[in-house]
């Protein structure tokens, strides 16, 4: 989880001791400009880990930015202006004491899930091994002798092989 802060008025500093060779004039500044205003200073950084170790249990690690910064950069604020997913308001939260507003980005990864096993599936699965290891030993170079040791396992346990 990326914690950043979101609508910050002004900077807390001038933009050109923030963002390296800045330049007002310059269509792109507004993206420098909330790269710069999403950071939590020193003191904002504090309450934030108190909040989330209090509040979620979570320990916050931190990563220092050196300032000035490059111009340039991709910024949180910038992916959800774009409408990207994945944002968690923790300024939303009940009781929320922070004095500015900070979300989470986070990033989900989707995993094959036909080569995971749920609990349930797990179980069966299981069983499936003891009732195997019972019908030892087998010809497993006979096919059919295959299906039959299936047909009974199926009859013994109502568990069965699907293929794909």
């Known amino acids: ?3 950043f802060v979101v609508g910050r008025a002004e900077p807390p500093a001038p933009w050109e001791e ?3 060779d800045y330049d007002e004039e310059d269509d792109n500044a507004i993206y ?3 790269m710069v205003t999403e950071l939590l200073n020193e003191s904002e950084v504090k309450q934030l880990a108190v909040y989330l170790d209090h509040k979620h249990q979570l320990e916050l690690y931190t990563e220092e930015v050196e300032l000035p910064i490059k ?3 991709l910024s949180h604020g910038l992916l959800l202006i774009s409408g990207a997913k994945g944002f968690y308001p923790l300024v939303e939260e009940e009781g929320y004491p922070l004095e500015v507003s900070v979300l989470g980005h986070y990033e989900c990864k989707e995993t094959e899930t036909v080569k995971s096993l749920s609990p349930k599936d797990l179980n069966a699965g299981i069983t499936f091994l003891q009732c195997l290891a019972d019908y030892w030993p087998y010809d497993s170079t006979d096919e059919s002798k ?5 047909q009974k396992i199926y009859a013994d346990t109502g568990l069965r092989v699907i293929q794909d």
């Open 1 to 3: 989880m990326d914690w």
């Open 18 to 20: 923030m963002i390296i």
């Open 32 to 34: 420098d400009r909330i």
């Open 71 to 73: 111009s340039g950069g």
């Open 146 to 150: 295959g299906q039959e040791l299936l």
